[in-house]
């Protein structure tokens, strides 16, 4: 402790001076002394520490900062003082090895920096050993595709459905995303397929959102569903359309039934997403018998044998349970599988 204190001692006559080299030597000196004393510190030496590099950190040039951030990242514990400047330094070589080390930071001052900062402050985060839902939420919101590709790649990442949804709608290339899921042993299959489908549906729907030149080309089909509207519309309707072939119809009305955009119900369709088809009719108070005739349009699936799955999830909701799953989620990512 003897060497501490003396640097402590000259610490201000450093600062006095206006020779930038002695400053460096004297913070590289306290850095060498902290990792050479960590198997050891006590919170008084802790304490000390954090004194000494408060006073000697902020007037210290990129490369000192860098030099200390690194050899402070190889550490397990450190002043949280220096951690906290360290890890919130704008520049991005400073903070990466304390975002990416062991060292423990708590989720609130994580979250800050994912939100404040920029990608190479991201990445770093999406590096660490340990990740919480909340953290991996922010930094797959506003990562780039090299953020969130290592995000998808540390099994240590807590993954919520929420943030499986923005990795499948935010990675460009979906070789990329499915060989990433892939490698997650954590996801069992069902939940790494329904990312995918999720994916699907998400590009459909945005196709729709640019130009709604699909939806443009259901006008005729609009014409013969507003005039059912009019006279009551029900699903005697549906089966008809249904069985004539009039798919455009029958998915239009089924999104008059749900009160969905139908734009939503359409993209549903485009990407053979079958549960959230379930959903939708389950929704709209329709039977059995027009939830196997909208099954069996959608696109691979015209035979019905893999569809029994379906059925048992559809007679196992109630109307008033799959409009509640639909207001509460608004996008029914993960519905559970019977």
């Given at each position: 402790m003897?060497?501490?204190?003396?640097?402590?001692?000259?610490?201000?006559?450093?600062?006095?001076?206006a020779?930038?080299?002695?400053?460096?030597?004297?913070?590289?000196?306290?850095?060498?002394?902290?990792?050479?004393?960590?198997?050891?510190?006590?919170?008084?030496?802790?304490?000390?520490?954090?004194?000494v590099?408060?006073r000697?950190?902020?007037?210290?040039?990129?490369?000192?900062?860098q030099?200390?951030?690194?050899?402070?990242?190889?550490?397990?514990?450190?002043?949280?003082?220096?951690?906290?400047?360290?890890?919130?330094?704008?520049?991005?070589?400073?903070?990466?090895?304390?975002?990416?080390?062991?060292?423990?930071?708590?989720?609130?001052?994580?979250?800050?920096?994912?939100?404040?900062?920029g990608?190479?402050?991201?990445?770093?985060?999406?590096?660490?050993?340990?990740?919480?839902?909340?953290?991996?939420?922010?930094?797959?919101?506003?990562?780039?595709?090299?953020?969130?590709?290592?995000?998808?790649?540390?099994?240590?990442?807590?993954?919520?459905?929420?943030?499986?949804?923005?990795?499948?709608?935010?990675?460009?290339?979906?070789?990329?995303?499915?060989?990433?899921?892939?490698?997650?042993?954590?996801?069992?299959?069902?939940?790494?397929?329904?990312?995918?489908?999720?994916?699907?549906?998400?590009?459909?729907?945005?196709?729709m959102?640019?130009?709604?030149?699909?939806?443009?080309?259901?006008?005729?089909?609009?014409?013969?569903?507003?005039?059912?509207?009019?006279?009551?519309?029900?699903?005697?309707?549906i089966?008809?359309?249904?069985?004539?072939?009039?798919?455009?119809?029958?998915?239009?009305?089924?999104?008059h039934?749900?009160?969905?955009?139908?734009?939503?119900?359409?993209?549903?369709?485009?990407?053979?997403?079958?549960?959230?088809?379930?959903?939708?009719?389950?929704?709209?108070?329709?039977?059995?018998?027009?939830?196997?005739?909208?099954?069996?349009?959608?696109?691979?699936?015209?035979?019905?044998?893999?569809?029994?799955?379906?059925f048992?999830?559809?007679?196992?909701?109630?109307?008033?349970?799959?409009?509640?799953?639909?207001?509460?989620?608004?996008?029914?990512?993960?519905?559970?599988?019977?």
């Amino acid at each position: 402790m003897s060497s501490l204190a003396d640097l402590v001692d000259t610490i201000d006559q450093v600062l006095e001076t206006a020779d930038t080299s002695h400053h460096q030597r004297m913070l590289l000196g306290v850095t060498e002394l902290l990792v050479g004393m960590s198997s050891a510190l006590s919170n008084t030496h802790l304490e000390t520490f954090d004194e000494v590099f408060g006073r000697l950190i902020s007037g210290a040039g990129l490369e000192a900062r860098q030099a200390v951030a690194e050899h402070v990242g190889a550490l397990t514990e450190a002043p949280q003082g220096l951690v906290r400047q360290l890890a919130a330094d704008q520049a991005g070589p400073v903070a990466a090895p304390i975002l990416r080390s062991r060292i423990a930071i708590p989720d609130a001052a994580l979250i800050h920096l994912a939100q404040s900062r920029g990608q190479e402050h991201l990445a770093a985060i999406a590096e660490r050993a340990r990740l919480s839902e909340a953290v991996c939420d922010v930094v797959a919101a506003r990562g780039d595709e090299t953020v969130l590709g290592l995000l998808l790649a540390n099994t240590g990442a807590q993954l919520s459905d929420r943030t499986l949804l923005l990795l499948a709608t935010r990675i460009e290339d979906e070789e990329v995303l499915a060989a990433g899921l892939e490698r997650r042993t954590d996801l069992d299959p069902r939940r790494r397929a329904a990312v995918l489908r999720e994916r699907r549906y998400e590009q459909a729907r945005s196709r729709m959102n640019k130009g709604q030149q699909q939806v443009r080309n259901y006008a005729r089909a609009e014409a013969a569903v507003a005039l059912r509207i009019k006279i009551g519309l029900d699903e005697s309707d549906i089966q008809h359309w249904l069985s004539n072939g009039r798919i455009p119809e029958a998915l239009l009305a089924l999104a008059h039934l749900t009160g969905l955009p139908a734009a939503h119900v359409i993209a549903a369709h485009e990407s053979a997403d079958l549960r959230r088809m379930t959903l939708f009719v389950r929704c709209a108070g329709l039977g059995t018998a027009a939830l196997a005739r909208f099954l069996c349009t959608v696109e691979g699936h015209q035979a019905s044998g893999g569809l029994g799955r379906f059925f048992l999830a559809f007679r196992a909701m109630s109307v008033e349970q799959a409009r509640a799953a639909l207001a509460q989620s608004g996008s029914p990512a993960f519905i559970t599988e019977t």
